[in-house]
């Protein structure tokens, strides 16, 4: 049974930053992805960033350069920097981990989702 819990999540002026943290637990595989993903009212679900277990990442381009994935695998734990956080960047945002299981058959299990508001 896996669990993601995550938190981090805040209210934070334009320009700051906050720094967003999600541990797994459970059977969790060697090949995976963690990360990211965020939801604005009103609006679908994207993908913020994420980081293979192998170190790959792949980002929103909004968020270039501003934010950083980064995982900690002894822990199962995926991290989140944001800096220089604008409104745009109001969501709630999920924890993802991608489990390739024995089978071959992916698996996506999510955070509770974590607020952050961005604003004067």
């Known amino acids: 049974q896996v669990q993601l819990v995550e938190s981090g999540g805040g209210l934070v002026q334009p320009g700051g930053s906050l720094r967003l943290s999600c541990a797994a637990s459970?059977?969790?595989?060697?090949?995976?992805?963690m990360g990211w993903y965020r939801q604005a009212p009103g609006k679908q679900r994207e993908l913020v960033a994420v980081?293979?277990?192998?170190?790959?990442?792949n980002y929103l381009d909004s968020v270039k350069g501003r934010f950083t994935v980064s995982r900690d695998n002894a822990k199962n734990t995926v991290y989140l920097q944001m800096n220089r956080l604008k409104p745009e960047d109001t969501a709630v945002y999920y924890c993802?981990?991608?489990?390739?299981?024995?089978?071959?058959?992916?698996?996506?299990?999510w955070g509770q989702g974590t607020q952050v508001t961005v604003s004067s």
């Open positions: 993802n981990l991608h489990l390739v299981g024995a089978s071959g058959m992916g698996t996506d299990y």
């Open positions: 459970g059977s969790i595989g060697s090949i995976n992805v």
């Open positions: 980081m293979t277990s192998g170190s790959h990442t």
